[in-house]
Nanobody
Framework: QVQLVESGGGSVQAGGSLRLSCVAS????????MGWFRQAPGKEREWVAL????????MYADSVKGRFAISQDNAKDTLYLQMNHLKPEDTSIYYC????????????????WGQGTQVTVSS
C-alpha cells in the first residue's frame, strides 16, 4: 500500500522559512508526478508546486513562485518543499500528493495523499 508521510510543518513569523518533507513508501515514482497542495479553513484545496519525478520538471502556483522550491531526493524517496519569505496567507494544511503519469494541477487527479501537515504564519 502506497503511503505518503509529511513532516516539517510548524509555526513561524512572516518572512520566515520552513521545509516540508514527504517520504513516499511503495510508490514507483519514476515517470510519475508528485506535488504539494494546501487547504485553508473554508477554502478549496489548491495546488502549490508539482514535480515530474523522472525529469525534475517543476511548476509553481503564481502565489508561491519565487518563494517556494520543490525538490526531490530519489535515493530517499523523499519530496521536499522549501518555503521562504512566508506570508500569513500561506497558512494552511499542506498535503503531499502523488499520481501515476504526468503532472496536472487538479487535485482530484491525484491517486495518493498524505495526512497533511499544518503551517501557520503569523504577522
Amino acid at each position: 500500500q502506497v503511503q505518503l508521510v509529511e513532516s516539517g510543518g510548524g509555526s513561524v513569523q512572516a518572512g520566515g522559512s520552513l521545509r516540508l518533507s514527504c517520504v513516499a513508501s511503495k510508490f514507483t515514482s519514476a515517470g510519475n508526478c508528485m506535488g504539494w497542495f494546501r487547504q485553508a479553513p473554508g477554502k478549496e484545496r489548491e495546488w502549490v508546486a508539482l514535480m515530474h519525478y523522472s525529469s525534475g520538471w517543476a511548476m509553481y502556483a503564481d502565489s508561491v513562485k519565487g518563494r517556494f522550491a520543490i525538490s526531490q531526493d530519489n535515493a530517499k524517496d523523499t519530496l521536499y518543499l522549501q518555503m521562504n519569505h512566508l506570508k500569513p496567507e500561506d497558512t494552511s494544511i499542506y498535503y503531499c500528493a502523488a499520481k501515476i503519469g504526468g503532472c496536472f494541477y487538479k487535485s482530484d487527479l491525484y491517486n495518493y495523499w498524505g495526512q497533511g501537515t499544518q503551517v501557520t504564519v503569523s504577522s
